[in-house]
């Protein structure tokens, strides 16, 4: 019997970071999960989700020029967000407010996206979203999740997110200054990643520096390791791809 231990698969997911100018500077959509989820229950998070097999089918036939883990991607982060906030990003034309309820009541209720779009009239612009981000945790993690995470942007008056009651328990737009101080105060739980891509949102005091920022720096693959600091344990992440901190200590970073 081999003492060799297995790593646990990876799979794919996208998130979707969506942005809205209401003039004092880019608000951010959080969806906060249910406390009973196995990860990250209770925590504000990007809307997302895993990617479906059914994605990698979906983009042959309405992005076959992207990349196939990325177009999927792409996928995944609008459904979800869908599912889990009610807004149409990252649609060709959002249609009106029935038509997107419908979509989201015939996601809920188990029928493929594709399907769904067609029945509702709707199409997706995958090009809508700008690649922003890839998370990926050590392989020692339990679950270990390839994330890719999306920028896209709603105008202002775009109408309001409701949670689906099942994943998400609320939905909230605020600032990335303003959700990093909730989490300083311990009033928000934000996990890592979430904290990290915040950090790097709040430098900037507009969606269009944000969008410049993303297309100047290529995504790199973040694996966060653990270093020992003056003897003690703290979380890392490479340096120079666009965040301004990179290390923290390891017993904050897991508190979330």
Request: hydrophobic share 45%.
């Amino acid at each position: 019997m081999s003492d060799t231990a297995v790593s646990p698969p990876v799979r794919s997911a996208a998130t979707l970071i969506i942005l809205r100018d209401v003039g004092r500077g880019p608000e951010v959509l959080m969806v906060e999960r249910h406390e009973q989820l196995a990860f990250a229950g209770g925590a504000l998070v990007f809307p997302g989700g895993a990617v479906d097999p059914a994605d990698f089918a979906h983009v042959q036939v309405i992005g076959p020029a992207l990349e196939r883990e990325d177009g999927a991607g792409r996928i995944a982060a609008i459904r979800e967000t869908l599912e889990e906030s009610g807004l149409a990003v990252g649609f060709d034309q959002a249609g009106d407010v029935d038509a997107v309820r419908a979509l989201r009541a015939a996601l809920e209720a188990s029928t493929p996206f594709a399907d769904a779009l067609a029945a509702a009239g709707l199409a997706l612009d995958l090009d809508a979203l700008l690649p922003f981000a890839r998370w990926r945790p050590p392989p020692h993690i339990h679950r270990v999740f390839d994330t890719r995470f999306y920028l896209a942007m709603v105008d202002a008056d775009h109408h309001e997110a409701v949670a689906d009651g099942r994943e998400t328990a609320r939905t909230l737009w605020a600032r990335p200054a303003e959700l990093l101080d909730a989490a300083a105060r311990q009033e928000a739980k934000v996990i890592f990643p979430t904290r990290c891509n915040l950090e790097r949102l709040a430098q900037f005091d507009s969606i269009t520096a944000i969008f410049a920022h993303a297309r100047a720096q290529p995504v790199e693959l973040v694996v966060p390791r653990t270093e020992v600091r003056d003897g003690e344990k703290y979380l890392t992440i490479p340096e120079g791809i666009g965040y301004p901190r990179t290390a923290e200590l390891l017993i904050n970073a897991m508190r979330g």
